[in-house]
């Protein structure tokens, strides 16, 4: 697997880091880390000039060095530049399976700031971007949200697919989608009470049949499970933050986007809302 872990000097780079190095990772995997030196204009004086190139160099090394520290194949590069352009640009020239990156930062080498540079990796990544928030621990939860789409299957195999600590656990969740009449149009078009019944029969059966296959692929790695069925009282991607929440869960793991069905994970919509606003680490899963 390789790992583009994209830093700048906010307090919280050691942080995130620090939460690379303690996580498991198949066996080989390499990280690339990067750090981004935005152009020096020419109003900014001597005395509130950024850190030279070889301040950079010394930073990412030694961000480096921690995680061959950890056994991770680490190496480090500087680029100069737009980092939201960039980012998205060493991704793609090293065959990046996962981009990882803080939710903010302040000025300095980079600005990492939510809506901008981590909402313009979210979408425009080829593979998948993790948004990462540590917090302390003392064992592993995921919180994998599914819709039964391909981006959601490839979600919970990503689960399968890495080593975990021992004491982790998963919960897997989905939203159905109710069809709710309303004052102005109690029914759709050529639908009664019955067949309105039947839409929502089918809409709790999809849902099962979601957490059930994504259930199936998460177990056989031995892992410890637990289900979830959702009915909506407010926005999707507010009920997926609220049970983060609720179960204090360390990491999410959404699709890129779904179908129209139980819940539409759509870029720019939940799964990004999702990436952006929880109070956890966030991985985006988009299939490459």
């Known amino acids: 697997m390789r790992l583009l872990v994209a830093i700048d000097t906010s307090a919280s780079w050691k942080a995130i880091v620090d939460e690379v190095a303690r996580r498991s990772w198949p066996?080989?995997?390499?990280?690339?880390?990067?750090?981004?030196?935005?152009?020096?204009?020419?109003?900014?004086?001597?005395?509130?000039?950024?850190?030279?190139?070889?301040?950079?160099?010394?930073?990412?090394?030694?961000?480096?060095?921690?995680?061959?520290?950890?056994?991770?194949?680490?190496?480090?590069?500087?680029?100069?530049?737009d980092p939201r352009s960039l980012i998205l640009e060493e991704a793609q020239q090293i065959?990046?399976?996962?981009?990882?990156?803080?939710?903010?930062?302040?000025?300095?080498?980079?600005?990492?700031?939510?809506?901008?540079?981590?909402?313009?990796?979210l979408r425009g990544a080829h593979c998948s971007v993790e948004i990462v928030r540590p917090g302390p621990m003392s064992e592993y939860r995921v919180l994998l949200a599914t819709d039964g789409s391909a981006c959601s299957v490839a979600a919970a195999q990503a689960i399968a697919n890495r080593p975990w600590p021992s004491n982790t656990e998963v919960e897997i969740m989905t939203v159905v989608e109710p069809v709710v009449p309303s004052r102005h149009n109690p029914y759709p078009p050529y639908f009664d009470e019955a067949g309105m019944e039947a839409l929502?029969?089918?809409?709790?059966?999809?849902?099962q049949r979601a957490v059930a296959e994504a259930e199936t692929i998460v177990a056989a790695t031995g892992l410890k499970t637990m289900e979830s069925i959702l009915v909506p009282v407010g926005l999707p991607?507010?009920?997926?933050?609220?049970?983060?929440?609720?179960?204090?869960?360390?990491?999410?793991?959404?699709?890129?986007?779904?179908?129209?069905?139980?819940?539409?994970?759509?870029?720019?919509?939940?799964?990004?809302a999702v990436a952006l606003h929880a109070e956890c680490s966030v991985e985006m899963v988009r299939t490459c």
């Open 95 to 121: 065959g990046a399976d996962v981009v990882i990156l803080g939710p903010h930062g302040h000025s300095g080498l980079t600005r990492f700031l939510v809506g901008s540079v981590a909402r313009r990796v």
């Open 27 to 81: 066996c080989g995997s390499s990280v690339l880390v990067l750090t981004v030196m935005e152009p020096q204009h020419v109003w900014e004086t001597s005395a509130q000039s950024k850190p030279t190139r070889e301040d950079a160099e010394k930073f990412v090394d030694s961000a480096a060095d921690s995680l061959c520290c950890a056994g991770l194949d680490a190496s480090s590069v500087v680029r100069q530049g």
């Open 237 to 272: 991607q507010r009920l997926i933050l609220e049970e983060a929440e609720r179960w204090d869960a360390d990491l999410i793991l959404v699709g890129s986007h779904g179908r129209r069905g139980i819940e539409r994970l759509v870029i720019g919509s939940v799964s990004e």
């Open 200 to 207: 929502r029969a089918d809409a709790m059966q999809a849902a």
